[in-house]
């Protein structure tokens, strides 16, 4: 057993090796036992014995590829001889393939020519053994197997598949496709489908990192230190508290305090409490103001100030003596001691630095640097004495300079460009004070050292604002430096930084000392030498006895200088020139810094400083995790050459996106290729565009080690660890790349420079060609070695994308586009469009805007984009105004565009109108390294694109320069004349830079006047390339050049490097900022978008970009949402207001028939009520919705649609009811003679009945005596009663057509014409082609699709003759001569409806055929009607079939007292029909309404209408459906409607029988209460005898509007003796509940054809909306709106081959589709008229110009996937094929019906 020892000593071995394996990025947790098992390897040293033959046994356990790279890299530190091997095998340029997956010959063939190239390699390798050659040989053997075994295992796999296929049916087609498929490598579902299994698997194992060991230490340690902080000592809480800072203290202010929005954004004054104070200083700081540190708040209502003004009164009051005088001043004195009125300056801005947190104070010191003031470098803590060295917080600050180097024989100067300072090796000169009383300013001393302009760059006691006390400043130490810029003028030749202790360095030791050991040379500034205590001497004397050089300034002594010639100097300053002092200084620092002196970095210092036990912010755990996993990556990002990382480690963004982004910019350019349609050519570049896509997933997958750690990091990390890491990330890469760019750059400005002068020179072009090739290939390495943060997430976008072919949904795969936005959330910009490829992921930047939702909601967000030529400072300005970080990796411009969001505060949300502000900068348009590769194209698309994604442009115009403002302003105009077209209106700002402040406002009229001038002229050019008449820039937008211009001032007060911002240029950053907010306050709020319509917007403009026509192209997916929310509610309205107007119009209707209403002139005022509610519905939704501004277009034309539908659905049913009041009047005509016989009937009944009253009669004798008495008078009354006259119908019609047709035959047909004969449509008989100018035949033939659509013409006049006569016969009219009119009218209709430019028209043979069919059938409908109108008013037939009612009133009257059961069901039996019809009428309506309100299908839109019946047609998948919605659309509709009513009311549910019952309980129960009510009245009245026919008047009236029973219908019962009312009511409920018992059993088994009015034909009325085709492909335009405004548009536009047509002069069948033909070249012919290019469509007239059709590039999943499917029997009913032009893409027959209903669903 082994012993404890033993044990420690293997773990110590173990851990050893461990540590190797992980050196290189090797898991040991996997390798050790690997090595362990394998190589018996226990320890580090066995590795150095390890051979080639070794390795290779490691080689077979290698997981990634990256891995092999590491274990060689492992084995190159220990055996020369294997490091030559391997170096040589293993770094060749053919690397061996893993053992493959091989599922196609391509690949195959591929594997083995890698193998072919590979072993030569090996063997030709200098130092290559025979055991290397041996096992090169070995392996390349035992990939070939692994891929032939491979490739057996696939073609087995698709022959099983193959031969399932065939068992279902063979198909030689699609045989043939598929052995096609296997030869291109595309049938490869399983592999896919593997791949992406090993996709998702890489990505979990991506996303699943553990968090980093130590970050909850970290959050404890970082909570424990604020904790300690928060104990702050009682001056500085009071401190805190006067600024409002208490609860940001301890470090608790976050970038989130000086990015957001707030109201001194929009405040141009001082700050008037204390508390305002920070937010001022953050505010100034922002823009850059080199007075910041002057705020200060002064408080007038401070005693100091009453102190003053008392003693000046006082001056009045005493005599003006000089005694008085000075006793005044003695008196005054004291005051001197009292509190200062304000806080010091110093003591604000620190004061922030320890509220603010790493990110804050890393801002807060690189705007410092901007504006050249000096950085907290030591910092004591105010709470805990420690002292903190802040090297985090200043290593973002870069510095530009140029010096002299004398190293060599030669001078030289060195340039450094956007150097990070706290790397950079300086000399530090330390000032430091010793004694309290000093008389000169050791602070202004340096500033005066450091600027001849004297620029505070440190706060000094003169300074404005100053006091006598400070709390935050003693022991502070503050660093800046001085940077020469090349000339011989620079105070020193080098970069120099240099250090000032404030206060007395005998209180600072700490800080004494660390700064003793980092300077190169002390000065020393001594006060009262004389009276200096020991700790002072001492001090003194360590500092002189110090190998440094010691500069004594002597403040009490004049003209002292000592010590020239040694290290060690006393200069006497009292009473000195200043001029000369500082002349001498410089001098003497400048001489002491040539000698042999220690220089160091900040970075350098810091192990000093912890040695000192300082604090250093970069030592947090969560700053030193980041900083590790920063460098791990970059040190990745060092094994490749510079120009080749993106190749190598970021291969997404290279060479295949460029070819992606051309093959889908193609998809706008279609064309027609040889013998191939476009739909072809489309299908086409789709395939290459997935193949492209899969071949970036095989490079992506398995992710590479720097994007697997980038994404994993960021996706695990708390917050502030990510914002370390980027960062780090950004400081390291910058390193990486700054130098070879700075060299590159300088190169390609030598060579351009050249190219210049030799275009001047006129020399030989050749040799022109070959610089400019030259330039190129600088301009590519250039672009190749610039490498930034932005490219890594540019490769998570490229993943995302790709990863989007296979429709991953999870979870892993959503992380990506989180991670852009949660950097986004905390203030890091993010790329919008790539600048190198120039083009937009739109579903990339689709992601990152929903995960923004997701995690903000979706909020309101401001749009400001900026645009200028490259170089004007637009970054610049950006950041000054809002604090944004635009400048991308090192020494770059901008290149495409990016976003960032900025968050506004609360307080201001309301008040401007939106929540966030969205930035975006561009890239600067007239690139100089573009100019080879870019046209003025480029320009145009990015100008149009960010002018029309923002609110508000910013043009940034520097200087004056006339050149500049031609470019950049021709581009914008020509922008915004874009926006206009397309309904869009952002706003402008010019903004000019680098104007002289003098000059800016004397000529500012003048400048003005001749910018107007110059904007119109530009308009007027841009108006001409855009086909549009406009004349000055004002017609365009609302510019106004006095407000919306802005000059600003140069940004430098004096010369960079060391020049200060220009005050001047703070301000009016200031002014601007408060002008753009103002502005967006003023901003319509149809403007201010949120975030998910943004996204929207992007895609929009992106697209129609994509296009050559931008205004053409341009889909407003906004408007197009928001008229689709209107239409919506627009269905909504009319239904409310069809569904009351049904009412009305069925209690008119009862009225009418029961002949209590002779007019309908009121008819208005019964639907006022409803209406008005309505209208005020509309002017809510107008005035409260969200996007009111957008709808108020729609305004007027929706209030004058509701208008006209009410208007004209009053107007019908004012027509229906004045129709049915004038047949009521001619009945009653007819029925006068009627009422007649029929009142002496009942006269003659009750004498009869009179005269047999007091016999007791059985029924039979009852009976006889009636029939008797009723064989009479039927005799009587048929003898006395005329017929009406019998008309002749064959004779008349005969007539009429005769007079129509006016042919000489005519009457030899009308007779010949077979009764039982139908109608068969003949084209050969029945349709003719048409002739050109009157004589030329058109030579194109007539198709089956034309045959088709004559039938469906036909089939319409039929089916409305048809519905016409049945219209009749249910209003029981009589024969017309008018009818037979009405029928040829109907046919000339339908013969006229054949479109104007059709090929072909109808035969006049046609319309007597049709015309001779309609009228044989109607004749015999006619006869039948004229027959029944004649029975019905005949007087003795209409007797005759009243007979057993005038039965059962004689027995009544012979009944007498106990008739009154009898009188209630005779009653009842009147009642009955007329319940049962107002039944079906309220339950025909109910359905309706429950339809319309509970399905999907009919609660929106026709649009969403016409996908729910695409959806049903897929569903079905029957043919004959599609067949005919196609052909017959309005007619399908209809079926559609009336199938989904069926369905739902006879689906076995009982649901039809609770609708008619729901009905029949509600009439039931009117019918009760009108017999209670009635009761009720006429119960008391006394004073009528006839209290029945009173009762029954009331009944009647009761009923009036609700039943059609007709007071008048009642007469034979009304003369009844029923005294007893209460009893007739008992009676009466009990017969009316028999009644209903019967009628529930009745309508129990009553199906739909029972109802007169059908409930779906409601239904069709809604939704009837817009029946207009589309020209081209006979699609529905699917407006809810009849006779709409704007064009016709619809959900899906479809293949041509769908209407029938067919290429000229072939049977093939065309398959494109018309927002495919609107994005190509083809050319548009119609008729005789010139061909037109398909783009130009609108220009063929109506019909074409009335619809909108724009290029979609969506998949249009639907109707291809229906023409693949339904291939024959199209082809069978066209008589076409679908063959060579019209060949179906192979791409079209892989689409399931699964992906074409999830179009559906999308759409």
């Not at 004398?406 to 530090?428: C, D, H, M, V, W």
């Not at 279609?670 to 072809?680: M, W, Y």
Request: charged content about 25%; glycine content about 4%; aromatic content about 8%.
């Amino acid at each position: 057993m082994a012993s404890q020892g033993d044990t420690k000593e293997w773990d110590a071995k173990a851990q050893l090796l461990a540590k190797e394996f992980e050196k290189e990025g090797l898991d040991a947790g996997y390798w050790l036992p690997k090595a362990s098992q394998i190589l018996g390897i226990k320890c580090r040293e066995a590795l150095q014995h390890l051979e080639y033959e070794d390795y290779l046994k490691l080689e077979c356990e290698v997981r990634h590829p990256w891995e092999k790279k590491a274990l060689q890299k492992l084995l190159k530190h220990t055996d020369k001889v294997s490091y030559i091997n391997v170096e040589s095998i293993f770094h060749t340029e053919h690397p061996l393939p893993k053992p493959p997956i091989v599922t196609h010959l391509e690949e195959f063939i591929k594997t083995l020519q890698q193998i072919k190239e590979h072993i030569p390699a090996v063997t030709d390798a200098p130092g290559s053994s025979a055991s290397a050659v041996h096992e090169a040989k070995k392996k390349a053997t035992l990939t070939s197997s692994l891929a032939i075994y491979s490739l057996l295992q696939s073609l087995q796999e698709w022959a099983e598949n193959l031969l399932q296929k065939l068992s279902a049916g063979p198909d030689c087609e699609r045989l043939e496709r598929d052995l096609h498929s296997l030869i291109s490598g595309c049938l490869d579902d399983k592999c896919d489908e593997q791949r992406m299994q090993n996709i998702l698997r890489d990505l979990e194992d991506t996303f699943a990192t553990p968090e980093a060991p130590g970050q909850s230490q970290s959050k404890s340690e970082s909570n424990q230190a604020k904790e300690n902080e928060a104990t702050a000592n009682q001056e500085l809480l009071q401190l805190l508290k006067c600024l409002g800072l208490e609860s940001h203290y301890p470090r608790k202010m976050g970038m989130g305090d000086f990015h957001t929005i707030c109201k001194t954004f929009l405040q141009d004054g001082q700050p008037s409490p204390d508390a305002e104070l920070p937010l001022y200083l953050l505010q100034s700081l922002l823009t850059v103001d080199n007075q910041v540190r002057y705020l200060t708040c002064w408080d007038d209502s401070n005693p100091k100030f009453e102190n003053l003004t008392q003693t000046r009164a006082k001056k009045h009051q005493h005599s003006d003596s000089i005694e008085q005088f000075f006793d005044d001043l003695e008196e005054a004195t004291p005051e001197r001691a009292s509190r200062d009125s304000h806080v010091h300056p110093m003591d604000l801005q620190m004061a922030i630095f320890h509220c603010a947190d790493d990110f804050l104070r890393q801002t807060l010191a690189t705007k410092l640097a901007f504006c050249q003031l000096a950085l907290p470098l030591l910092v004591p803590n105010p709470s805990t004495s420690r002292i903190e060295f802040p090297l985090y917080t200043l290593s973002q600050i870069q510095r530009s300079w140029e010096e002299v180097d004398k190293s060599g024989k030669e001078a030289q100067t060195k340039s450094y460009s956007n150097k990070l300072i706290f790397q950079a090796q300086t000399p530090i000169v330390s000032f430091i004070r010793i004694g309290s009383l000093a008389s000169s300013s050791k602070s202004q001393l340096l500033n005066a050292l450091l600027s001849k302009r004297k620029h505070d760059t440190f706060f000094h006691r003169h300074c404005r604002g100053s006091t006598r006390e400070r709390l935050l400043m003693e022991g502070l130490v503050e660093i800046t430096w001085y940077c020469p810029r090349g000339s011989p003028d620079d105070t020193f030749e080098r970069c120099v930084a240099f250090c000032n202790l404030h206060g007395d360095a005998r209180d600072h030791g700490a800080q004494l000392q660390f700064l003793q050991e980092i300077s190169a040379v002390n000065v020393a500034l001594v006060c009262e030498l004389e009276h200096m205590d020991n700790s002072g001497k001492n001090l003194l004397k360590g500092l002189w006895q110090s190998q440094r050089p010691l500069v004594c300034l002597l403040t009490e002594n004049e003209n002292v200088t000592a010590g020239q010639a040694s290290k060690n100097i006393k200069i006497g300053i009292k009473n000195r020139n200043e001029a000369e002092l500082m002349e001498q200084l410089t001098k003497i620092i400048r001489d002491l810094l040539e000698e042999p002196n220690p220089c160091f970095s900040l970075e350098a210092c810091v192990d000093k400083a912890r040695q000192h036990g300082f604090i250093v912010d970069a030592d947090q755990p969560a700053c030193v995790t980041a900083k590790a996993k920063a460098k791990e990556l970059v040190e990745l990002l060092k094994k490749e050459k510079l120009s080749e990382i993106k190749s190598q480690l970021l291969p997404l963004q290279g060479k295949l996106w460029y070819q992606w982004c051309q093959k889908d910019k193609e998809l706008t350019r279609l064309q027609e290729k040889g013998n191939k349609s476009i739909e072809h050519h489309r299908s086409q570049i789709e395939q290459v565009k997935k193949a492209i896509r899969r071949k970036q997933l095989e490079q992506a997958f398995p992710l590479n080690p720097l994007m697997k750690s980038f994404l994993g990091f960021l996706q695990a990390q708390p917050a502030d660890t990510k914002k370390y890491f980027l960062q780090w990330m950004k400081v390291f890469m910058d390193e990486l790349s700054c130098e070879r760019l700075e060299e590159l750059r300088r190169d390609y400005h030598m060579l351009w420079s050249e190219i210049q002068r030799g275009k001047k020179n006129q020399e030989n072009p050749e040799v022109n060609d070959e610089l400019l090739s030259r330039l190129d290939a600088l301009s590519d390495e250039i672009n190749d070695s610039s490498i930034g943060l932005e490219h890594l997430l540019r490769e998570a976008g490229q993943i995302y994308e790709a990863l989007q072919l296979m429709n991953s949904q999870n979870d892993n795969f959503e992380k990506l586009p989180e991670i852009a936005a949660d950097l986004m959330v905390s203030g890091y910009p993010v790329e919008l469009m790539d600048g190198d490829a120039s083009y937009l992921p739109l579903h990339w930047v689709g992601a990152i805007f929903d995960s923004l939702i997701e995690r903000l909601g979706d909020k309101r967000v401001f749009v400001l984009s900026v645009l200028g030529i490259q170089s004007t400072g637009k970054s610049t300005l950006l950041n000054a105004m809002f604090g944004l970080q635009f400048n991308v990796s090192a020494g770059r411009c901008t290149r495409g565009a990016f976003m960032q969001l900025i968050p506004v505060a609360e307080e201001l949300q309301q008040d401007l109108g939106f929540d966030f502000v969205l930035v975006v900068d561009t890239e600067g348009l007239r690139a100089i390294e573009m100019a080879n590769k870019h046209s003025l194209n480029h320009d145009n698309e990015l100008a149009t694109f960010v002018i029309g994604v923002g609110n508000l442009t910013m043009i940034n115009i520097f200087g004056e320069n006339p050149s500049e403002m031609q470019d950049v302003l021709q581009i914008a105009v020509q922008a915004f004349l874009r926006m206009k077209k397309v309904n869009l209106s952002p706003s402008c700002f010019l903004v000019y830079q680098n104007m002289g402040e003098a000059t800016a406002k004397e000529q500012n009229m003048e400048g003005q006047r001749r910018l107007q001038e110059k904007l119109d002229e530009m308009t007027r050019v841009a108006a001409q390339q855009e086909f549009c008449d406009v004349s000055s820039f004002s017609d365009v937008i609302g510019f106004d050049v006095n407000t919306h211009t802005h000059y600003f001032s140069h940004l430098w007060e004096g010369s960079p490097p060391m020049a200060p911002p220009n005050p001047t240029y703070s301000q009016n950053v200031q002014q601007l900022k408060s002008k753009i907010l103002q502005s967006a306050k003023k901003q319509s709020q149809r403007s201010i978008l949120r975030l998910s319509s943004l996204k929207d917007r992007i895609g929009d403009l992106w697209n129609a970009l994509l296009n050559e026509n931008f205004v053409f192209s341009f889909k407003n997916s906004l408007e197009i949402a928001v008229y689709r929310r209107l239409e919506s509610a627009f269905s909504q309205w009319t239904w409310r207001l069809r569904s009351h107007i049904l009412d009305v119009q069925m209690r008119l209707d009862n009225k009418i028939r029961n002949g209590d209403l002779q007019n309908v002139e009121h008819l208005e005022g019964l639907v006022q009520e409803t209406s008005d509610a309505i209208e005020k519905e509309v002017e809510k939704y107008f005035r409260e919705d969200k996007d009111r501004e957008t709808l108020v277009q729609w305004k007027y034309s929706t209030e004058l649609k509701l208008k006209e539908l009410k208007e004209t659905l009053l107007h019908e049913t004012k027509k229906k009811c004045e129709n049915l009041i004038e047949l009521q009047k001619e009945q009653r005509k007819l029925d006068a003679r009627k009422l007649k016989y029929e009142d002496e009937l009942l006269r003659r009944i009750r004498e009869l009945a009179v005269s047999l009253k007091g016999k007791s009669l059985s029924e039979r004798e009852l009976k006889d005596n009636f029939t008797l008495f009723w064989n009479e008078w039927i005799a009587k009354v048929s003898r006395a009663a005329r017929p009406l006259e019998w008309v002749d119908i064959d004779a008349e019609m005969e007539g009429v057509l005769v007079e129509h047709f006016k042919e000489p035959v005519i009457h030899a047909r009308i007779r010949s014409f077979p009764k039982a004969r139908g109608f068969s449509f003949d084209p050969v008989k029945h349709i003719t082609k048409k002739k050109y100018l009157g004589f030329i035949p058109d030579i194109r033939s007539i198709s089956n699709a034309d045959v088709i659509n004559f039938q469906h013409i036909t089939d319409n006049i039929i089916a409305c003759v048809m519905a016409n006569i049945a219209t009749k016969e249910e209003e029981k009219q009589d024969y017309s001569r008018n009818f037979i009119h009405e029928i040829l009218n109907e046919v000339q209709k339908g013969v006229n409806s054949v479109p104007s430019k059709a090929k072909c028209t109808f035969t006049r043979e046609y319309s007597i055929d049709l015309t001779l069919y309609l009228c044989r059938m109607a004749a015999e409908k006619f006869k039948a009607m004229h027959e029944a109108f004649r029975k019905a008013n005949d007087p003795a037939e209409y007797l005759s079939s009243k007979r057993e009612d005038f039965f059962q009133c004689f027995q009544i009257s012979c009944q007498g007292a106990t008739s009154v059961t009898t009188f209630a069901a005779s009653l009842c039996d009147k009642i009955e029909p007329a319940l049962r019809r107002a039944v079906y009428e309220r339950t025909s309506k109910a359905i309706a309404e429950d339809m319309q309100g509970n399905f999907p299908d009919f609660r929106d839109s026709r649009a969403n209408l016409e996908v729910c019946i695409l959806k049903y047609l897929a569903e079905q998948e029957n043919f004959e459906y599609f067949q005919l919605y196609l052909t017959s659309p309005k007619q399908f509709f209809e079926t559609y409607i009336e199938t989904r009513v069926r369905k739902h009311c006879l689906d076995g549910s009982r649901r039809l029988e609770m609708f008619l019952d729901s009905s029949l309980n509600l009439l039931y129960q009117n019918i009760l209460s009108a017999v209670s009510l009635s009761t009720q009245i006429v119960k008391d009245r006394k004073d009528r005898e006839d209290k029945i026919s009173l009762w029954l008047d009331e009944f009647c009236r009761e009923l009036s509007e609700v039943i059609n029973l007709p007071r008048s219908d009642l007469k034979g019962i009304e003369h009844q003796e029923v005294t007893d009312i209460e009893f007739l009511s008992r009676a009466m409920a009990e017969v009316l509940n028999d009644m209903r018992e019967r009628l529930m059993k009745e309508l129990a088994g009553a199906d739909l054809s029972s109802f007169p009015r059908q409930p779906h034909t409601i239904l069709v009325e809604h939704f009837s909306g817009c029946w207009e085709q589309c020209p081209f492909c006979g699609a529905g335009c699917t407006n809810t709106m009849w006779n709409h405004d704007g064009d016709h548009q619809l959900v899906f536009h479809r293949p041509q081959a769908l209407m029938g047509t067919m290429w000229h002069v072939t049977d093939q069948l065309v398959i494109d589709i018309c927002s495919s033909l609107v994005a190509s070249d083809c050319k548009l012919v119609i008729a005789d008229s010139e061909p037109i290019s398909y783009k130009r469509y609108r220009d063929a007239g109506p019909p074409y110009s009335t619809w909108n059709i724009l290029p979609d590039s969506s998949m249009q999943a639907y109707w291809k996937w229906f023409v693949s499917h339904f291939r024959t029997q199209l082809e069978a009913l066209y008589n076409g094929k679908f063959q060579g032009k019209g060949e179906i893409p192979e791409a079209w027959q892989r689409i399931t019906k699964q992906e074409a209903l999830s179009e559906l669903q999308k759409r």
